[in-house]
């Protein structure tokens, strides 16, 4: 992927969420008494996580590390997307999901495990394809868009629709040993998904686990990067992942931060309006 650097200024803070005044219970507080320990976390940031309401699109080899641990962090409210059903070639990374799971639906799989972890969490559960046409309407009301789909039409849908809302998109992508993620916030100022990859870039659909092949661990370390990316943004704690990509080679072991230019001809700075993006 080519991609432009830009030199960054500073690193970026990402925006409060709303402060409601939500009170940890006796059971939360023993829970989370390791967050709660944290300097940068502490009660405030844990009570971040528990007003937080975040989409995820994919409940795959990234996803379920992600879905995990959001869950595990106390995120309050996640929205789970995903059209497919739970197959045994899945389980090999799909950790999410349990063996008697096959042939269900991967939404209906995913809230059972998420409960179990976590009573306390609320989950909405959407079994059918993101697409252009209901992107907004599934991710509207949401504070954090985490992309852990596996082809370029849910991605484009899900980007655009996240830019239009002014949301936080934490994108994720892995294909053999290697890894990406990023967090994409035009509202901020920092590039979109669409500034790396305009409309008329040739896609490879094939370009997937299923097709390349991929060592379950490595999914792992992706999608937990994802989470970790997406906790601290929803706590406040600044990332140098918001304006950049983090590429990984997990065979080789070798982590690189890669700063992100905006394209200035991108939709969401169309209009003058650096955090706006064009529905159509």
Partial sequence: ????????????????????????TQEETERYARHLSLPELGEQGQQKLKRAHVALTGLGGLGSPAALYLAAAGVGRLTLIDP????????????LHATDAAGTAKTASAARRLYALNPSVHINTVHRRLTP??????????????????NYAARFAMADAACALRLPLVHGAVKGFI?????????????????????????????????????????????????????KYLAGIPSPLVGAMLSADTRRMRFTTIPLAANPACRCRKNGDRGAAMKN
């Fill in 84 to 95: 497919d059903e739970v197959c045994l070639s899945n389980l090999q990374r799909q950790i």
């Fill in 179 to 231: 890894g990406q993620v990023a967090v994409f916030a035009p509202h901020q100022g920092t590039a979109c998904y669409r500034c790396l990859f305009p409309a008329d870039t040739p896609m490879q659909e094939k370009d997937t686990a299923s097709a390349a092949g991929i060592l379950g661990a490595h999914a792992g370390i992706i999608g937990c990067i994802q989470a970790m990316e997406a906790l």
């Fill in 1 to 24: 992927m080519d991609v432009a650097p830009v030199r960054l200024q500073r690193q970026l803070r990402p925006p409060l969420i709303p402060t409601t005044a939500m009170t940890l």
């Fill in 133 to 150: 046409d209901n992107a907004v309407s599934l991710l509207e009301g949401c504070d954090l868009v985490l992309d852990a789909s596996d």
